[in-house]
């Protein structure tokens, strides 16, 4: 059984900083983990993603702002968010992708940037 679970949204003013926390608990290897976004009336969308061996991608959108890091020991991913916008008010997923069965998904938490 495999259990993502994201903490640390909230209500933000624009320029302010927020830092999201996902823990994955599962017995089996994990590949890659990272985070995604979902704005209403929008698809979801990558927002940055860190695999086992540390290779690192983030969105256009967010570079030079969000930082990601992960501790394997720990199946955890972090997401430091500096300098937020109103544009990024979003639902923020975090997922997990496991050796051979596939990616499992958090059940998001709500990140919204006041202008």
């Known amino acids: 059984q495999v259990h993502v679970v994201e903490s640390g949204g909230g209500l933000v003013q624009a320029g302010g900083s927020l830092r999201l926390s996902c823990a994955a608990s599962?017995?089996?290897?994990?590949?890659?983990m990272g985070w995604h976004r979902q704005a209403p009336g929008k698809q979801r969308e990558l927002v940055a993603t860190?695999?086992?061996?540390?290779?690192?991608v983030y969105a256009d959108s967010v570079k030079g702002r969000f930082t990601i890091s992960r501790d394997n020991a720990k199946n955890t991913v972090y997401l430091q968010m500096n300098s937020l916008k109103p544009e990024d008010t979003a639902v923020y997923y975090c997922?997990?992708?496991?050796?051979?069965?596939?990616?499992?998904w958090g059940q998001g938490t709500q990140v919204t940037v006041s202008s």
């Open positions: 599962t017995v089996f290897s994990i590949n890659s």
């Open positions: 997922a997990a992708d496991l050796q051979f069965r596939g990616r499992y």
């Open positions: 860190t695999s086992s061996g540390g290779i690192i």
